[in-house]
């Protein structure tokens, strides 16, 4: 037997570690998950990089960035996205508020994910078959303005001492659960 390649040292199985051989277009072609994602105001451009990543990977409809959310060209963005910027569906929009409008108008209903009076839990919800989501700002959440025209919230639920997660992360669970939940929907 050979001396082991340096990548399978530790593991002893090969990892993929390139990324798909496609330009935008053709990746633009491909469909899409019926999930658009919102952010209000994010603070941290590692943040939105973090997402544009996870958007790409689940291949999301579209990605609003809304307010001061960090929007490209943006260096900081540029580096956590790993390039994904050329291959996510985004706009950009003033408000939060105009994004929410833009996608009712499109029949497309609109959750938030933050811990209300009302919030459900997201594991615990029937889905739509299309759908809008929006995240907050990382200390202060969603906005009221934004609240307040949401049709639904949903929530993570805390078991510990923080009441909430990073963002990123946040938007990790609640995008890849709406993958897993219309992969086992019949289609109608």
Known sequence: MGKPDKDSVETNFE??????DMSAEEYGALPK?????????MRSAF?????FRLCDSVRIKGLYLCGCTA??????????????VDYVPWKHFDRTCNAIHHLKGLNVPVWAVETT??????DQVVYPPELAVVFGNEAL?????????CDAFIEISM????????VAAACAVISCWFVHIIK???SV
Do not use: C, W
Not at 47 to 51: A, D, F, L
Not at 117 to 122: A, D, I, L, M, T
Not at 141 to 149: D, H, M, T
Not at 159 to 166: A, D, T, V
């Open 47 to 51: 943040n939105v990089g973090s997402i």
């Open 33 to 41: 998950t019926p999930l658009y994602i919102i952010l209000d105001n």
């Open 159 to 166: 078991l510990g001492f923080k009441n909430s997660i990073n």
């Open 71 to 84: 929007f490209p060209p943006h260096l900081k963005l540029q580096k956590t996205s790993m390039g994904t």
């Open 117 to 122: 009076s009302v919030s459900r839990p997201y």
């Open 141 to 149: 959440g969603v906005s009221k303005e934004a609240l307040q025209i």
């Open 184 to 186: 086992k929907t019949p």
């Open 15 to 20: 990892v993929r570690t390139l990324d798909a």
